[in-house]
């Protein structure tokens, strides 16, 4: 697909904006002579394309290699700065008109202190396009056109080049051109620009039906379907609707297509990321492909950018690739997010969230351990968080405000949160990445991801002997470190000649030793996997190949996989084996935990139970005697 794209021709006509990062660092500020106030010293400063510059600049790193910008600037250095930025990015900025009186720049400068954005300053709010700007800008358009394969149309500002009578003339020249495809994301103006396909959010969607929705408030999926249609038929022409997290809906003659957002476990910054979809969709209509296709592609370009911090990030064809050979979705957010949605089998606390249509003939379970089956290990989080905050902070650990406490505490638990069930050695690279970013430890004194997991290991180690201590001295039983009935449901799996695989993302001989102390490894026979100290290979994932191996692709129905983390659902999921969340209350060992019961449906699971107290009847669903 991306080598088809670099061929394509495209126009973005719209309003070009520049943001500018400014890095403040108050240690060298000084008093000014000339007002007494404390100035306000940059350290560093960064500048990246905005708007219409945004979406031409996720083009060209794309590699569509004849990107051509029709804009206006004013004559001013953030107009120079601009146009030098396009310029090296490979943009063709012959048609970037300066209009010399009544505008500037489009900029949005971000002051920036100890990582905190501070007020913006903006510039270009009292521009106003000359009718003269404005049919040069439509001529040049005309004079291009046939050239290229499809024209953008941004509009970002009301103080922007899409004044009412640029607007009439944009029109008039979207009529002309009845085989070509235009593309209009406009804030303000997108019932307007007729005869052309539509980008929009949820948000924005809503509005043009009647609707007006608070900035933070979620439109469910059931009206976002509905506005679709409504615009659909209002408009006759395509159109896409983005949903955040939620990802994305398309519609065409052909009916809604619905993409899925992407589960992001790394620290996300949001700006740009509508600009980055509607690149992809634009570069995929462009060479050819259905809207399906183009969402999906816009999906993975948002999904790359929004990984990058204090930039209006881009993604190139290699980023894409790798977010995109294999994704994690989100599934089913509106389910997960809201428990009275719950669909329960027969009066049980069993919940479907996917039914299958034909009898299954399982012969291969996978379970997780820890909160599956064990817990032993409940109240890892408990350990991790604290020892994540203590070499985040470093040695402002005992001074640091409540301000900034709350802030890494925040940030530590989102983590832990989105990395259950992931490997440990990947939860203290991220761990690494977080003590950089915020920057209180110095270089030489910051550990690996090996270092910082021995940390955790040994307070963690120190809880599990005291609990294995106890069991061997008769204090406690297995079942007080077990969920409910999960070794008898073992058995029962086991009797009926299902072949059992146990996996962890901790480490391998832990699992292995766990296992045998709480007395069910016998029944894996020897097929218990756990983490190798090897971060470039997923256990979880590792261990669903190898079964895949075993028994071909085409049979991945046999496959059940049991787990209160997200890894093993989503992969099971991805390989179209059945997947049962357990949401496990693990300090309580039975009943719901609705934190991992949303974790779960949005992995991908087909069933949630809390524990294994209704077996019988889960195995019944299974078709397992």
């Known amino acids: 697909m991306i080598d088809k794209i670099k061929s394509v021709k495209i126009a973005v006509i719209g309003d070009y904006c520049l943001d500018a990062y400014w890095f403040i660092d108050e240690s060298r500020s000084e008093i000014s002579v000339e007002t007494g106030k404390a100035t306000m010293p940059v350290d560093s400063q960064k500048y990246s394309l905005g ?72 510039f270009g709010n009292y521009n106003i396009l000359s009718n003269e700007t404005a049919d040069r800008l439509i001529n040049n358009l005309r004079n291009e056109i046939n050239e290229t394969v499809l024209v953008i149309i941004n509009q970002q500002v009301l103080t922007g080049i899409h004044t009412e009578y640029f607007r009439q003339k944009l029109v008039e020249v979207i009529a002309s051109y009845p085989g070509k495809t235009f593309i209009a994301d406009s804030r303000n103006y997108t019932d307007f620009y007729e005869g052309a396909y539509r980008k929009m959010n949820d948000l924005e969607a809503a509005f043009l039906c009647g609707s007006e929705k608070g900035a933070d408030e979620i439109v469910p999926y059931s009206e976002v379907k509905d506005t679709a249609e409504r615009l659909y038929q209002r408009y006759g022409k395509p159109l896409f609707i983005t949903r955040g997290i939620r990802g994305s809906l398309a519609i065409d003659e052909k009916g809604i297509v619905e993409t899925p957002g992407l589960m992001i476990l790394s620290q996300v910054d949001t700006v740009g990321a509508g600009d980055s979809y509607l690149a992809g969709v634009a570069a995929a209509l462009a060479a050819g492909y259905d809207i399906d296709i183009a969402a999906e592609l816009g999906t993975y370009v948002a999904g790359v950018t929004v990984q990058k911090l204090f930039q209006t990030g881009t993604a190139s064809p290699e980023e894409i690739f790798s977010i995109g050979h294999d994704p994690d979705y989100i599934y089913h957010p509106e389910m997960a997010e809201d428990i009275r949605q719950a669909c329960y089998y027969e009066n049980t606390e069993i919940e479907i969230i996917n039914s299958w249509g034909k009898k299954l003939k399982i012969g291969h379970a996978i379970f997780d351990n820890d909160g599956t089956i064990s817990t032993l290990r409940e109240g890892w989080e408990l350990i991790m968080a604290p020892m994540m905050i203590k070499a985040i902070l470093g040695n402002k650990y005992s001074e640091a405000d409540e301000s900034l406490y709350n ?9 832990i949160n989105k990395t259950t069930g992931v490997q440990t050695l990947i939860q203290m690279k991220i761990l690494l990445e977080m003590i950089k970013e915020f920057g209180f430890v110095p270089g030489n004194q910051i550990l690996d991801e090996s270092g910082y997991k021995e940390i955790y290991n040994a307070e963690l180690m120190k809880m599990v002997k005291k609990r294995e201590e106890k069991l061997l001295q008769g204090e406690l039983v297995i079942e007080d470190l077990t969920i409910k009935n999960s070794v008898p449901f073992l058995k029962r799996l086991y009797e009926n000649g299902i072949k059992l695989y146990l996996t962890s993302g901790t480490d391998e001989a832990d699992v292995k030793h766990e296992a045998s102390v709480l007395g069910y490894d016998y029944l894996f026979e020897g097929r218990i996997y756990g983490a190798v100290g090897d971060m470039t290979r997923e256990v979880k994932k590792f261990v669903l190949d190898r079964i895949l191996d075993t028994i071909g692709e085409s049979e991945s129905e046999k496959i059940v996989t049991f787990g209160d983390g997200p890894v093993e659902i989503r992969e099971t999921h991805k390989r179209g084996g059945i997947t049962v969340g357990i949401a496990s209350n693990e300090l309580r060992r039975y009943g719901l935990n609705e934190i991992k019961r949303t974790r779960l449906i949005k992995a991908g699971a087909d069933i949630i139970v809390p524990d294994f107290s209704q077996s019988d009847v889960l195995l019944g669903l299974l078709n397992i005697k």
Not at 53 to 77: E, Q, T, W
Not at 407 to 415: P, Y
Request: hydrophobic fraction near 35%; charge should be negative.
């Open 51 to 122: 708007g219409a510059g945004n979406v031409a600049n996720n083009l060209a790193a794309m590699d569509v290699k004849d990107i051509r910008a029709f804009g206006v600037v004013g004559n001013d250095p953030f107009g120079a700065e601009m146009t030098d930025i396009m310029k090296k990015t490979g943009i063709r900025t012959e048609n970037l008109i300066v209009q010399e009186d009544n505008w500037s720049t489009h900029v949005y400068i971000k002051p920036y202190i100890d990582g905190t954005e501070q007020s913006r300053i903006d």
């Open 407 to 415: 802030k890494v505490n925040t940030r530590v638990n989102d983590c």
